[in-house]
């Protein structure tokens, strides 16, 4: 941005401790030498806003002069008003910026303004990054030089909110050239992201990571486990890939895929999980780890979803190699081309067998979502006798195994509770 007005693109930075700095372009527009004039400057006092400062300078009230608004820790929008001239700002003292509602605008953490016309209306809107890695627009129901900002809401990628691994930081762009801005976006992932602004976006599933177990390896190399869970919860069925790959220390390069599965097909309303064990050689150095999980289409570096798990190498056993290899990953076989995953029940059922049985029969459920679940067996007295299940589980087919040993010939009743729903079946104990 020119903050001198001089023909030349000057720079404001944001700082961790709430300030913002100013260089001066002391070369050319084609040939830029940025010189470090100062913090600036609202009231004749260093502008603070806390924590974490971002900066966006935009002529906000349309008076011909460039004015500043600021991200901070809490997640709110400073704004201050230029009242100097165009060759020399003189910035008031903040004001917050306020949703037409009422209140202030809140990102809730970490806020990082984009003031841009992302909906091609002819009038500037506010875009906004946040700590938990998501995106907030505002749309501008107002005019350029009154704005009225409506109530913020999450940007999307189809049917989900654009979601990075945290304190997301955007630019707003035409990346394509084709007339629509679109969003390129950073985080604690050392890699940027871009979206290109679609008509449609095709339905996509998700993928869900999570550590089990430990996650530090000795020095001599060592496994640890995670699970993947990929949920399609759209009414079509899809086809992409899913690959992992691993960032070095301190949020480095990524390395080459450690497990990678080509057109996998998941099934409308359908879940599967598969149970990972990851080796990691001796020679990788010491550190703290990110292992990586892409749903997408690997070819093209699209990713639909991504997630994560950890691991933290204690040491190395010396000899340090950055070639990627030897990272053995079980537990995913090389399924067929085509993997058709199972569609989940749309309702709650249950099932025994054998029955009658002596003295043990195996208790089948079905569950259409995850949640907590209880499979209680009761006398026909109504005396629980038994409790099979109580706890979380996942969505799909479930079995249990009830051995009725000890217990005298009858008939029992084995009932099934998940969330509002429950089912009751008769067994026949016979000895």
């Not at 991200?71 to 003189?90: C, E, I, K, V």
């Not at 007339?179 to 992201?193: C, E, F, I, T």
């Not at 010491?286 to 699209?302: D, K, P, S, T, V």
């Not at 067996?377 to 009725?404: I, P």
């Amino acid at each position: 941005m020119d903050w001198d007005n001089d023909g030349d693109n000057d720079l404001l930075v944001g700082e961790n401790n709430g300030q913002i700095r100013y260089f001066q372009n002391i070369g050319t527009a084609s040939s830029p030498s940025l010189h470090y004039v100062g913090l600036l400057q609202a009231g004749g006092v260093n502008i603070d806003v806390g924590d974490y400062s971002t900066v966006w300078t935009d002529d906000w009230n349309e008076d011909g002069l460039v004015d500043v608004i600021a991200g901070d820790a809490n997640g709110l929008f400073r704004l201050y008003l230029n009242q100097g001239t165009p060759t020399s700002p003189n910035l008031r003292t903040a004001v917050y910026l306020t949703l037409a509602a009422g209140g202030n605008v809140d990102v809730g953490y970490r806020s990082g303004p984009n003031v841009v016309d992302l909906n091609g209306d002819g009038v500037k809107d506010l875009v906004s990054g946040e700590m938990s890695g998501k995106v907030y627009y505002y749309q501008n129901n107002g005019t350029n030089a009154n704005p009225q900002l409506a109530a913020g809401v999450y940007l999307n990628t189809g049917a989900l909110p654009i979601t990075t691994p945290g304190t997301t930081r955007i630019a707003t762009v035409d990346w394509n050239n084709d007339g629509d801005m679109d969003l390129v976006a950073g985080s604690y992932d050392p890699r940027l992201k871009y979206y290109l602004q679609a008509a449609v976006t095709p339905p996509a599933p998700t993928i869900d990571m999570a550590n089990v177990g430990s996650s530090s390896i000795p020095g001599g190399g060592g496994s640890y486990n995670f699970n993947i869970t990929v949920n399609n919860a759209s009414s079509t069925a899809v086809t992409c890939d899913v690959w992992t790959c691993q960032s070095s220390a301190n949020y480095g390069p990524f390395s080459a895929p450690l497990l990678v599965r080509n057109d996998v097909t998941f099934n409308p309303s359908s879940s599967l999980m598969r149970n990972i064990t990851q080796y990691v050689p001796g020679t990788v150095p010491m550190g703290f780890y990110y292992h990586y999980g892409h749903i997408g289409n690997q070819a093209l570096n699209q990713v639909y979803s991504q997630d994560y798990v950890y691991f933290y190498k204690v040491s190395s056993d010396g000899c340090s190699d950055p070639v990627v290899h030897d990272w053995a990953c079980t537990g995913w076989p090389e399924d067929p081309a085509v993997y058709v995953s199972p569609a989940l029940p749309t309702t709650l059922t249950l099932s025994a067998a054998p029955n009658p049985f002596n003295p043990v029969t195996t208790v089948s459920y079905s569950l259409p979502q995850a949640g907590p679940v209880e499979v209680m067996v009761y006398n026909a007295a109504g005396k629980q006798v038994a409790s099979l299940v109580s706890g979380w589980r996942e969505a799909g087919s479930q079995q249990v195994t009830w051995d009725a040993t000890g217990l005298p010939s009858g008939v029992y009743l084995v009932k099934v509770a998940a969330g509002n729903a429950q089912q009751v079946q008769k067994l026949t104990l016979l000895k």
